[in-house]
């Protein structure tokens, strides 16, 4: 598969998300398969895994996800890079005294379940009670430490980008972004370009959405599947993004491609710093998705469907940007 940059790190240019096999997207498969769905995504020229210490079933408990990704990618963790993310918790640090103590203590148990001595891209989830500054300063002392190669942010705009990025310089920013959430082409994107920050989009399919698999009569499982309350996907709004998902089957029917897939080829050939980490519990779409990094668009096809895509108005969100 080929490579891109993100910071100085160097990953294939569809990742994997792997926050399902323990969280987010209704019953969890049985860990044997969730480890061979990693190990065959690598084998398929992966080397881009995204987890977090917070996903487990129901989000109660901390790390069944990271366990799953260090034991299928124990074996080969020379040839991949590890993203995982942390929330800090202001009440941590006055226990602890200190923001780099806080944020060490969680790196550290990650490293543990990951059954690794360095993190590749460790980013804090979400910005709470603890200021962005003081957060980049201890992940510069971690760099420092040899611990982390390098960090990021996670759903923030360009005013907490800046005043990270001035304390210790960001290696990627990892917002949601695909084909109906397009915020981040305003102003995150164009800063991060600039500044050499890879780009890394969560939820890029929106959820299952752009796959054209979703219909008005499509239910979600009750447990802990996040499409019950995704605004994107009532009723009304997968009916309203129709011409949306219509356009993306006559592309895919073009390039004998499927319509997920051209929606990760749009967003690799609309910025070379974006790295797209699709989710799937499936083994057959994972190699799907990794498979959109074949798809090429040419620079005709791009812009008329851009043109398309800009005259379609976008029906709800994600559920994370407002
Ligand atoms: N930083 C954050 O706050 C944040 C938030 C959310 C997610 N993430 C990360 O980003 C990753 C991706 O996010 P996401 O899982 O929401 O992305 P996504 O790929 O947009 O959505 C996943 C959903 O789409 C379906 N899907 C994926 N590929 C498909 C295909 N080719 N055909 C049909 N359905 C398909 C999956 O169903 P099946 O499983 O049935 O294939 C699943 O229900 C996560 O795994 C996680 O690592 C980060």
Not at 61 to 66: A, I, L, S
Not at 179 to 206: N, T
Not at 222 to 240: E, F, H, M, T
């Amino acid at each position: 598969m080929k490579a891109r940059k993100i910071g100085e790190l160097t990953v294939s240019a569809v990742g994997m998300g792997c926050m399902a096999f323990s969280h987010g997207y209704g019953q969890i498969p049985p860990e044997g398969y969730s480890i061979e769905a990693i190990q065959n995504a690598y084998q398929h020229g992966c080397t881009f895994f995204d987890t977090a210490e917070i996903y487990s079933p129901n989000l109660s408990g901390t790390g069944h996800n990271e366990r799953i990704v260090g034991k299928a990618l124990r074996d080969v963790r020379q040839g991949v890079v590890l993203a995982t993310k942390l929330f800090l918790d202001r009440s941590e640090v006055r226990k602890d005294g200190s923001v780099y103590d806080a944020v060490r203590r969680h790196l550290e148990a990650s490293m543990e379940r990951l059954q690794t001595d360095i993190v590749d891209l460790y980013y804090l989830h979400r910005t709470g009670g603890v200021s962005v500054e003081e957060v980049a300063e201890a992940m510069g002392l971690l760099i420092e430490d040899g611990l982390i190669h390098g960090w990021g942010l996670s759903q923030v705009d360009v005013g907490v980008i800046e005043r990270a990025q001035r304390v210790t310089p960001l290696t990627a920013i990892q917002n949601i972004y695909s084909m109906v959430e397009r915020d981040v082409e305003k102003a995150v994107i164009p800063y991060c370009l600039e500044h050499e920050i890879g780009v890394v989009p969560f939820s890029p399919i929106a959820s299952g959405l752009l796959s054209g698999k979703i219909t008005t009569e499509t239910k979600f499982e009750r447990n802990d599947d996040v499409r019950n309350w995704v605004p994107q996907l009532s009723k009304a709004n997968i009916a309203g993004n129709q011409p949306i998902i219509d356009l993306l089957k006559q592309y895919a029917e073009k390039k004998q491609a499927t319509p997920a897939q051209i929606s990760l080829a749009w967003m690799l050939h609309k910025y070379p710093n974006v790295v797209p980490i699709p989710g799937s519990k499936n083994k057959e779409r994972i190699i799907e998705n990794l498979n959109a990094s074949l798809v090429e668009l040419t620079d005709e096809e791009f812009r008329s469907l851009e043109a398309a895509l800009n005259q379609c108005k976008v029906y709800g969100h994600r559920g994370f940007t407002r």
